[in-house]
């Protein structure tokens, strides 16, 4: 069922967006040298958000009643007890050579445009268990994760055809970008809304 949900949040995106040309009058994929070598080393011992929540936790002795933590909130905030100060240096530095490498690449557009999540929302039945959830959730973030990561603005918009399952259209604007975000948003929703 997830695949399918997958591929279904797929053929929305490209019946919204590559055959309106109204809507997207030039598409590219824009590919950042330092996300392939970085992206490892960004997320394999957790992100920004785990270790800063995980240093929140500890300083205020909050794992002492674990108890009280939802399970799959307290998973993600413990894998930031595995990133070391050097981890994270390395992860601030990557970032910021990241953040000025797609803000070159991105500058001559409105903005870069892509589903919200890459799937559609799952079945409660389907995310029942830790490792299930975990897994959707991963994927559900992704897309909005990658931009928040390079400090950028986005507006999801709804792009499902009457009767289906939600599905958003992501505009992703330039740092500090909002309020031309935000007009484009308007243009494309107006768009969005004909079809």
């Known amino acids: ?4 949900h997958q591929l279904r949040a797929q053929r929305f995106f490209h019946e919204r967006c590559f055959h309106s040309h109204r809507l997207l009058m030039q598409s590219q994929t824009l590919r950042a040298t330092s996300a392939d070598s970085s992206a490892n080393l960004a997320f394999a011992k957790g992100t920004i958000a785990n270790a800063e929540s ?6 205020r002795n909050f794992f002492g009643h674990k108890e009280q933590y939802y399970p799959n909130v307290l998973t993600r905030i413990e894998l930031g ?3 070391s100060a050097a981890d994270y240096i390395g992860l601030t530095k990557a970032r910021t050579a990241m953040i000025a490498e797609v803000a070159a690449l991105s500058a001559p557009y409105d903005a ?3 589903p919200a999540t890459p799937q559609l929302a799952p079945r409660i ?4 268990d830790a490792a299930k959830f975990s897994s959707a959730n991963a994927l559900a973030l992704r897309n909005a994760s990658a931009f928040n990561f390079l400090d950028r603005c986005a507006i999801s918009l709804p792009m499902q055809r009457a009767g289906d399952m939600p599905c958003g259209l992501m ?14 948003a308007a243009a494309v929703e107006t768009v969005l809304a004909k079809r």
């Open 125 to 128: 039945a389907d995310v029942s």
């Open 112 to 114: 870069l445009v892509m």
């Open 54 to 59: 995980y240093a929140f936790h500890a300083g």
């Open 1 to 4: 069922p997830q695949q399918a």
């Open 81 to 83: 007890g595995r990133m």
């Open 171 to 184: 505009l992703v604007g330039e740092h500090m970008g909002d309020a031309k975000l935000l007009a484009v």
